[in-house]
Nanobody, 124 residues
């Protein structure tokens, strides 16, 4: 059974940084695409970033490109989202997700496994 557990959220001032972690278990993730999504109050869940567990391919939403970096530590089965230059509009619950899709996809419906989410609040 796949389990994804996020951590690292919190309250930060605009311009600050946070690093989210997603501990993955229950599978061998070498062929998986790992993604981060976020959902702000009253809004739909939106794509943030994704990376092949192998590290071969990475994609970012335009809104975070240049500020956020997705990475993984295979030895720890953990995926990270380093978030720099945070803005109030980055405030949301951030979710880790996984899929065996062969396509580098940004569609949440393509992701089969989800974590419980971690709250990120950026104050102005």
């Amino acid at each position: 059974q796949v389990q994804l557990v996020e951590s690292g959220g919190g309250l930060v001032q605009a311009g600050g940084s946070l690093r989210l972690s997603c501990a993955a278990s229950g599978r061998t993730f070498s062929s998986y695409l790992m993604g981060w999504f976020r959902q702000a109050p009253g809004k739909e869940r939106e794509f943030v970033a994704a990376e092949r567990w192998s590290g071969a391919s990475t994609i970012y939403a335009d809104s975070v490109k240049g500020r956020f970096t997705i990475s993984r530590d295979s030895a720890k089965s953990t995926v990270y989202l380093q978030m720099n230059s945070l803005k109030p509009e980055d405030t949301a619950v951030y979710y880790c997700a996984a899929t065996r899709s062969a396509v580098l996809t940004t569609h949440r419906s393509d992701y089969n496994y989800w974590g419980q989410g971690t709250q990120v609040t950026v104050s102005s």
